[in-house]
């Protein structure tokens, strides 16, 4: 990577809203601590607004503009790959928000960059996605109680067919590569169950939003997910 690719990617890091240590800095981009070190300090004369010091971690002042995107070839390739899965494998409005990233990404692209944007070197076929029009549209209303935290309605039949009504709080839409899931807390089962979206007959959301209840919440049902693997 290129100095001036890493302190990039060091302002970018920093942005986030975490203190991050040296250490820390100098395991994702693969440098010595030593190095970090120096790029900080070459970042604050510079005029970059960097909190922190040595032993302690970094951060940047809340409010700071991080500069314009630049990519390379990977990270415009992951980026378009990304978009592609998103458009072919999401609901509408997922598909409508990827297409607005890749022209926000070719507003900034340099010209020696924007041919990647259409060359198809990597592509998600049509083909390669067998959803329906109704899993789409299902995964958009699933996706909305999510963002708005509200409990959710389900008609719902499992793998042999066996259908069943539930109320859920849905936390998180897993995406399989054939297919997508709901991670959720299951108020009939009191636990946690993920529902394929393909199988949902009916899906309504609930005008009360749910709880943010210890035990029952994203983190948990990742904990839970991890012990079982």
């Given at each position: 990577?290129?100095?001036?690719?890493?302190?990039?990617?060091?302002?970018?890091?920093?942005?986030?809203?975490?203190?991050?240590?040296?250490?820390?800095?100098?395991?994702?981009?693969?440098?010595?601590?030593?190095?970090?070190?120096?790029?900080?300090?070459?970042?604050?004369?510079?005029?970059?607004?960097?909190?922190?010091?040595?032993?302690?971690?970094?951060?940047?002042?809340?409010?700071?503009?991080?500069?314009?995107?630049?990519?390379?070839?990977?990270?415009?390739?992951?980026?378009?790959?990304?978009?592609?899965?998103?458009?072919?494998?999401?609901?509408?409005?997922?598909?409508?928000?990827?297409?607005?990233?890749l022209d926000k990404v070719?507003?900034?692209?340099?010209?020696?960059?924007?041919?990647?944007?259409?060359?198809?070197?990597?592509?998600?076929?049509?083909?390669a996605s067998g959803q329906?029009?109704?899993?789409?549209?299902?995964?958009?209303?699933?996706?909305?109680?999510?963002?708005?935290?509200?409990?959710?309605?389900?008609?719902?039949?499992?793998?042999?067919?066996?259908?069943?009504?539930?109320?859920?709080?849905?936390?998180?839409?897993?995406?399989?590569?054939?297919?997508?899931?709901?991670?959720?807390?299951?108020?009939?089962?009191?636990?946690?169950?993920?529902?394929?979206?393909?199988?949902?007959?009916?899906?309504?959301?609930?005008?009360?939003?749910?709880?943010?209840?210890?035990?029952?919440?994203?983190?948990?049902?990742?904990?839970?997910?991890?012990?079982?693997?």
């Open positions: 990577m290129r100095p001036a690719d890493r302190l990039f990617q060091i302002v970018l890091q920093l942005g986030r809203g975490r203190v991050l240590t040296a250490q820390q800095l100098g395991e994702r981009l693969e440098v010595s601590e030593r190095t970090i070190y120096r790029d900080i300090q070459n970042l604050m004369e510079s005029g970059v607004p960097i909190d922190g010091e040595a032993g302690v971690g970094y951060r940047l002042h809340r409010g700071y503009q991080v500069p314009p995107m630049m990519f390379d070839q990977d990270e415009l390739q992951a980026l378009i790959f990304g978009a592609q899965v998103a458009k072919r494998w999401g609901d509408h409005e997922m598909a409508a928000a990827a297409e607005r990233i070719d507003a900034v692209l340099p010209e020696n960059l924007r041919p990647q944007l259409t060359a198809q070197t990597l592509v998600v076929p049509e083909v329906s029009e109704a899993t789409t549209e299902m995964l958009g209303a699933v996706r909305d109680a999510i963002n708005d935290k509200r409990r959710l309605y389900l008609s719902y039949s499992d793998a042999d067919g066996v259908a069943t009504e539930r109320i859920v709080w849905p936390l998180t839409l897993l995406y399989w590569g054939y297919s997508w899931a709901v991670g959720a807390w299951c108020e009939l089962r009191q636990d946690f169950r993920n529902f394929r979206v393909d199988r949902i007959a009916e899906a309504r959301t609930l005008t009360t939003q749910y709880p943010d209840e210890p035990g029952k919440r994203l983190d948990d049902y990742f904990n839970q997910v991890s012990d079982h693997c």
